[in-house]
């Protein structure tokens, strides 16, 4: 199979401090990491490869220090990686970003072959919007798959086990399909000194605009339908009360006189 994982750099949410002033992130000294979905979405591609044999190639697009995270992912399962940068490509929103990335799929595939399965992460830990995987099966007109936990070749179809509110279901998908992967019951292995050597010395060639076919009206800031109006930090809630009488009838007596007590001003 040939397989392709889509991965974003991220600062490590755990580690990240608002601006109280402007609101903003504070940036500067975060570590980044690969998004960690990404990891997992990795993890299913290269357990997909293992019983199924092929290639699975990872891409990114994002600054130039976005290299190290395609590193970091050459080194737990990754054969080739690309990375996409160009300052065109600043400021783009969601629907901004899929695009380039299926501009920049159909562009690998004219070096590489077609592509059976993109796999996403389900959302970026920064961004959170859990749009660009489904867009870029809209852009590329794939059926999608979302919230997958594991998935098998079944024949000429991918059986992908995902996840509902009620439990798991089992799809059989036709290839090529966008799959986006939440977290699963298996970790991400481990690099080994040998792969950590090889992805150390892999090339990784970058991808500019004017690598990949596309309509630049499109892409950054430009082409971003989405506009931030504003953005604030909510105001941070108050400790809860908690109620335990005796007994449930004074512990529910004790609720109700809290609901409806008169307001203090
Ligand atoms: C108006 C606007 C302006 C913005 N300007 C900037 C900016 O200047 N610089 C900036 O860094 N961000 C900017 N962003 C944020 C940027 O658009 C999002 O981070 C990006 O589109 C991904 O969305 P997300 O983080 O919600 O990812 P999600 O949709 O939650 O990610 C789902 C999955 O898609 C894949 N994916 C997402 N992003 C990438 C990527 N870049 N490369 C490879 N795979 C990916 C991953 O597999 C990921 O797990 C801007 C957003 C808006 C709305």
């Given amino acids: 199979m040939n397989i392709l994982v889509c991965v974003k750099q991220v ?7 608002i601006d109280p002033v402007t609101n903003t992130l504070i940036r500067a000294g975060v ?5 960690t979905f990404d990891t997992y979405a990795l993890e ?3 357990r997909l490869k293992d019983a199924s044999g092929g290639e699975t190639t990872v891409l990114s697009m994002g600054p130039p220090q976005a290299e190290k995270a395609l590193r970091e992912c050459l080194s737990v399962g990754a054969d080739k990686a690309y990375l996409l940068s160009d300052r065109a490509f600043g400021g783009s929103d969601t629907l901004a970003t899929s695009y380039i990335i299926s501009r920049a799929i159909k562009a690998i595939e004219e070096m590489d072959g077609k592509f059976d399965v993109i796999f996403c992460g389900k959302q970026a830990i920064d961004g959170d919007t859990a749009q660009v995987g489904p867009e870029i099966a809209e852009h590329l007109g794939y059926p999608q798959v979302t919230y997958s936990i594991e998935v098998l070749k079944k024949d000429s179809e991918l059986a992908v086990k995902r996840e509902t509110e009620e439990g798991f279901e089992v799809l059989a998908v036709k290839t090529p399909c ?3 992967v939440t977290k699963t019951s298996f970790d991400p292995r481990y690099a080994s000194i040998k792969s950590r050597v090889f992805a150390s010395r892999a090339n990784i060639p970058t991808l500019s ?20 109006k504003k953005t604030f930090t909510p105001p941070a809630k108050q400790n809860g009360v908690i109620i335990r009488e005796v007994t449930k009838e004074a512990t529910a007596k004790k609720l109700l006189e809290a609901l409806f007590a008169p307001a203090t001003a």
């Fill in 209 to 228: 605009a004017s690598d990949i076919s596309l309509d630049i009206s499109r892409a950054g800031l430009n082409g971003s339908p989405t506009k931030v």
């Fill in 178 to 180: 966008v799959i986006t």
């Fill in 11 to 17: 600062p490590d949410t755990t580690e990240i401090k």
């Fill in 44 to 46: 299913v591609a290269a």
């Fill in 31 to 35: 570590p980044s990491i690969v998004n």
